[in-house]
């Protein structure tokens, strides 16, 4: 059974095997596309987000082994407090089961016990599969961001997806 719980230092390892696989994978889906940080850095950073209000990673894990992940980020501006980031990944080996999914529903709960009220993203264009999962979510495209990001030193475009959540019926 696929449960969905906070991820653990203990994650490190799989959470970091789970980036570089995805990150290495045809469809250029992440913007790591190497090596994921450390497991030591990994560590570390799962620790501190245990202890930090504005800031969530949770696992999709099934017999204890995280399979998926979706991390959460609060802006820290107070005039944009209400918004927080999120990022997504599931192994490929389990994929359309509803996962992906189960996260966003996750992010959702997140959002509203910490005050969040928008939750926004970004996703390249040519990820049909995850652009696929926010429309049907009902996130909205907000735009195109022009060579927001180096990728392997080439600037590529991102869109802009956000879900407002005092819309959600
Ligand atoms: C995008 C991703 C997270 C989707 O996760 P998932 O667990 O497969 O998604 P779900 O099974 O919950 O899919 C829910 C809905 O999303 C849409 N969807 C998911 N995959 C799709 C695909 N390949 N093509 C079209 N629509 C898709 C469908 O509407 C689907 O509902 P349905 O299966 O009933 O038709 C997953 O493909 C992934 O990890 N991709 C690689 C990493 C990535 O791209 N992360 C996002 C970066 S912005």
Redesign the pocket.
């Known amino acids: 059974m696929i449960t969905i719980r906070p991820a653990e230092p203990g994650d490190a390892q799989a959470l970091v095997e789970l980036g570089s696989a ?1 990150g290495q ?1 045809d ?1 250029s ?2 913007l790591t596309t190497e090596q994921w940080r450390s497991i030591p850095d990994e560590r570390r950073y799962l620790r501190a987000v245990r202890r930090h209000p504005d800031a969530a990673v949770f696992v ?1 894990a099934e017999d204890g082994r995280p399979l ?1 992940r979706l991390s959460l980020s609060r802006d820290v501006h107070p005039a944009s407090r209400h918004v927080a980031d999120l ?6 080996t ?11 529903d996750q992010a959702v709960t997140w959002a509203a016990s910490t005050g969040v009220e928008k939750l926004e ?4 264009p040519w ?11 009902g996130f909205e495209r907000e735009g195109v961001r022009r060579g927001q990001y180096l990728r392997d030193g080439a600037p590529v475009d991102a869109i802009l997806m956000a879900l407002l959540l005092g819309d959600r019926s």
Request: hydrophobic share 45%.
């Open positions: 995805v994978e469809g889906w992440l999709a998926g990022g997504l990944m599931i192994a490929e389990h994929r359309r089961r509803g996962v992906g999914r189960a996260l966003l993203l970004h996703v390249f990820n049909e599969p995850a652009i696929g999962l926010y429309e049907s979510y």
